[in-house]
């Protein structure tokens, strides 16, 4: 009873506030759509935005995630208030919550939650001892040297089989390590691991240090690119577990299976199969001390942000202001909410939807998305560079999508997790990621559940899934600017439309085309018509790597190639859905601007945004999205309906010839 009160309570859905479909104040108008269409269309938001400490970048999306985290803390905040049952998913949010905000607590017991695990850490006397370790550490959501998790066989994606892939660098991607031109970030990353080592009261931190970062030398040295590693056929390795084990056999991986409690595999898929043999050798012949240093600075590294407040700025001072140029650490209550509302996000989520998410919202987005269908349906038959064989299949695919809008219509049972008032908050947190990972193993060799979503409702993002051949679309995202239930077609076309096309496109990008209609990984293309497609990215990538970030740093096209056709071909279906709606109905000018042109200044709007320098080489390195500016001034420069809406002609800034243009989706 006091537990459905509580969701009752937290369920009085509140009425949103009207807001203008084009904010005028949000545009530049010292400058012009064809000097600098981003600027034009985004630079009064960054004026009236400017970035705050706190910060490395804030934008349009980070403004709505912005107000859903303040959303979830009035919800948190009065949970509190409220009794509660024991064991319920209120119970586990309210615990983690104010777990979270007593920093009496937490800096009272400093590192103490973490030690346990270092002693049985520096307690290993062997290499099946660090074999056993590895184990552990996967169960318990962390994965140091490589990542072990259940999905969707590719080739057959109503199966779901293990998956073995290169993991456990702390910085995150192999460049770091190895290009000279990181040099200082390196050693900042050094001084890091020395810095919670020292914290932790181990014996010789600078030693310690520099033994956890020989050992991601070793591994950087032999990772693939991120490049790479987009090379979805490459990356689809199948072997049983008998075979990975003779191959590899540093991995000892059939002690690590045995640990772990999953039984042999006739079919698991290895993702990197070189970085495997590098590691086979590392495991086999680095002193078992260095190995033992390297874990712990995996396991330390991934508890800073549970731990008391020193360790909390350690982290901060090198990841947060060093990489990415954040100078002020995010309050207490942010870092508290986002806690439960990650490790029990469902249960999150159906608050949110009781509270602030309008059932209409659902209905028109419904509509939007076949009005999408209708026109990449048009877009499919119209194209010149792909034969007819090969239309037919894409049809196929095109009418299969699985739509998600929202929230899914079951709801995961958080009931088994242990989230109890006796453990400290690092444990918790651990208890939950074991509750994730055991939930993950627990899919192994089973049908793919199909209902299943990839985020929750809160989350201010949207998501295609080529296994499941479906686009998702979260509540949070479906509000301005990205939706908006008072505007115009043309600004929700421009909007959440271009959204609804990048996702149905990503069915149809690089990687994305490698998959059938069922989410098989298949060939369904002709070669004549694969080739013409692979003719045709290369420009887009091309036309990114023309892009100066920084000084001496050019945009990744290759690496950023997936989301750029994305938003190639979302702007594209989009502005032809748009066409669509209004026909016959042109409401004319609505604020001095034509449809065309509201169009194109509500997508400006979604990537309005303000960022540091170093979070710009930072996402450079390691993002597969480009940056929001060139997701403005290089993808609308594909479009004549863009160059005619706006008057922009040859010798402008903004103007791109004929002959240097692609046409994709």
Known sequence: MASALTIAACGTRQTADVIPAIDLSN?????????????????????RNPLKPEYARFGSFDNLRNKSQEQLNDLFQSMTTMTVQPGSAEDKIVILYTQGLDSIKLNQEGGAPVKKYL????????????????????????????????????????????????????????DYYTDPANASLKEGYKAFLARIFTLSGIADPEKAAANALAVEDKLAENSWTSVQ????????????????AQKYPGLDFQEYLSSRKIGAQEKMVVGEPSYFQALSSILLNEDVDVLKDYLAAQLIQGACSSLSDDYYKASFDFFSTQMSGIKEEKPRWKRAMSVPNGVLGEAVGKMYVERYFPE?????????????????????????WMGEETKAKAHEKLDNFTVKIGYPDKWKDYSSMGISKTRSYYD?????????????????????????????????????????????????????????????????????????????????????????????????WTDEDAAKFNEKAQVLVAQYDAVEILPGMNANGALSLGENIGDHGGLSIAFTAMQNAIAGNDPGLIDGFTPEQ?????????????ITDEE?????????????????????????????????KEGDPMWRPESERVHIW
């Not at 590693?229 to 577990?241: E, F, K, L, Q, W």
């Open 119 to 174: 002693d049985m850490l520096y307690g290993i006397k062997d290499r099946k001892g660090i074999t056993q370790a590895i184990a552990a550490m996967h169960d318990g959501g962390e994965s140091p040297f490589y990542g072990a998790y259940v999905e969707a066989d590719l080739t057959d994606s109503d199966s779901q089989i293990l998956y073995l892939g290169q993991s456990g660098l702390g910085i995150g991607d192999r």
């Open 360 to 384: 209409e919202s659902k209905a028109k987005m419904v509509a939007l998305v076949e009005n999408l269908k209708v026109a990449l349906g048009q877009h499919i038959d119209e194209l010149d």
């Open 428 to 524: 918790n947190i651990i208890e939950a990621s074991r509750w994730f990972v055991k939930d993950n193993l627990a899919k192994l060799g089973k049908p793919t559940d199909r209902t299943e979503w990839g985020m929750s409702p809160q989350t201010v993002n949207a998501y295609y899934n080529p296994t499941t051949n479906e686009i998702c679309f979260p509540a949070a995202i479906l509000q301005p600017p990205f939706f908006n239930p008072d505007a115009d077609d043309a600004v929700n076309y421009g909007g959440i439309g271009v959204v609804i096309g990048h996702e149905m496109s990503h069915g149809f990008d690089d990687q994305g085309r490698q998959f059938d209609k069922d989410g098989n990984m298949s060939n369904w």
């Open 229 to 244: 590693r987009r090379d979805v056929i490459a990356g689809y390795n199948p072997m049983s577990s008998a075979e990975f």
């Open 27 to 47: 545009l530049d108008t010292t400058t012009t759509p064809a000097a600098d269409f981003y600027q034009y269309s985004t630079g009064g938001w960054q004026k």
């Open 616 to 648: 710009k080489a930072r996402l450079t390195k390691l993002d597969v999205h480009s940056l929001a500016v060139n997701r403005v001034n290089v993808a609308v420069k594909n479009f004549q309906s863009f160059f005619d809406a706006f008057g922009i």
């Open 598 to 610: 509201r169009f194109y200044l509500s997508y400006g709007a979604i990537w309005a945004q303000n």
